[in-house]
């Protein structure tokens, strides 16, 4: 009896650790595993090989640093390859990353940013295969999938295997945004998919691989270790903060929306505890105000460093609008743009870098409406989301 109610206990505990951190109305909870988690899936066939890693803070195993976990069960890391923000997370967004040695276990690291964003020849020789353990959120200009495809081009060039331990997209429970137009096309945006494509890496590199996205007719041999427990209607709350301005499931959640404004002349809260959670600016009218200011590690010289800033803390409704149409806010941006007094300086170049097009920003200019807005993505959306269905892997959302 007494083991039943402590195992009563136990659940009602669970449950109620759960319920506490689904954020996301409408999504469901459950024990999710993630491919690296799985490490007897793939572990054994790596031994005896030279392994490289594209890794970052995020790469866990068991609890541990995935690197950590590969050496203890006998698999020869040769080297990691670290993407924006670095191996360890140390750098800010935009930062270059520079090549040296993992402090804690001597192992090569390999800058794949700044000038050297592509493993050349010279960086993969003598590996067989390459695992790719990063966890995303799920956005065209998040820079990780764009790290992805050029590890699969060297992949594919060279004849090195590449394994990707599949993670959970925590914005995996919706599509919406403009598609990318090619002629846009840069490290922010380097595939034709929507701002919020609603894949996995695993679920996106199938898709790069089979829609020929790799160009001449390349193909990377590529296994994915998929997640247990995990569907697109199923809240994913991160257990490590994905990159340096992102450190909670708020942020996570209104980043597809509010990284939109690093394309204009406000801030979106660099530099304050609540990065992409908040909009504002020194010249304009608002209840709620904060002063951004430099943080090591974290942003150095954010936009309007030591001003203060008015504007709107989204952090109240923000998640409850997001979930209400399971799509982007161009509310919020069109607010803002309508309370800057300058209008015809409110963009700057790189908001048609981020939105893939320029016709988002013409359309704030000339006066639609969010509603109108979102609306005229939605043939390219249902075009998009017939690709999107061949390479999914787990159960999707309903729409």
């Known amino acids: 009896m007494i083991r039943k109610v402590t195992l009563l206990l136990g659940l009602a505990v ?3 650790t759960q319920a506490k951190a689904q954020v996301m109305p409408g999504l469901k909870t459950a024990r999710v595993l993630c491919g690296a988690d799985r490490i007897e899936s793939f572990s054994n066939e790596l031994k005896g090989l030279k392994v490289g890693l594209v ?10 640093h995935l690197v950590d976990r590969l050496l203890s069960e006998g698999v020869e890391v040769d080297r990691v390859f670290a993407p924006e923000h670095g191996f360890r997370g140390e750098a800010e967004a935009g930062e270059e990353i520079t090549d040296g040695k993992d402090p804690r276990t001597g192992i090569k690291v390999i ?20 695992l790719f353990d990063i966890q995303d959120v799920g956005v065209r200009f998040y820079t ?32 919406d945004g ?43 041999e590529m296994k994915v270790i998929s997640c247990q427990g995990w569907d697109h209607q199923t809240e994913y709350i991160l257990p490590v903060k994905p990159s340096p301005n ?36 020194p010249g304009v009218k608002g209840d709620f105000t904060f002063i951004p200011v430099s943080i090591p590690g974290v942003s150095v010289k954010p936009p309007h460093e030591g001003k203060v800033c008015y504007g709107k803390d989204l952090r109240p409704e923000g998640i409850g609008m997001i979930a209400g149409r399971r799509g982007l806010v161009p509310e919020w941006i069109i607010a803002a743009f309508q309370s800057y007094g300058r209008k015809e ?13 320029d016709r988002f920003r013409k359309q704030i200019l000339s006066g639609l409406s969010a509603d109108e807005i979102r609306a005229s993505w939605k043939p390219e959306v249902e075009g998009f989301m017939k690709i999107r269905a061949k390479y999914l892997l787990y159960p999707d959302f309903e729409q």
């Open 55 to 64: 890794a970052n803070p995020t790469s866990r195993s068991g609890g541990i």
């Open 345 to 357: 300086s409110f963009f700057i170049p790189y908001f048609n870098t981020l939105a893939g097009t």
């Open 14 to 16: 669970l449950v109620s």
């Open 178 to 220: 403009p598609v990318l137009d090619t002629a846009f096309r840069s490290f922010v945006g380097m595939d034709p998919v929507p701002v919020v494509h609603g894949m996995t890496i695993g679920e996106y590199a199938g898709m790069v691989n089979g829609e020929g996205w790799l160009g001449q007719g390349r193909k990377c």
């Open 111 to 130: 800058s794949l940013y700044g000038n050297h964003k592509k493993p050349t020849p010279d960086d993969l020789r003598g590996l067989s295969v390459i």
């Open 246 to 281: 992102l450190p909670d499931q708020t942020s996570v959640y209104l980043y597809p929306t509010t990284c939109l404004f690093e394309g204009t002349v406000f801030s979106l809260g660099r530099g304050t505890p609540f990065p992409f959670q908040v909009y504002g600016h």
């Open 144 to 175: 990780y999938i764009s790290t992805l495809h050029y590890v699969m081009e060297a992949c594919a060039e060279n004849g090195v295997r590449l394994v990707i331990l599949d993670r959970p997209n925590p914005n995996g429970f919706y599509v």
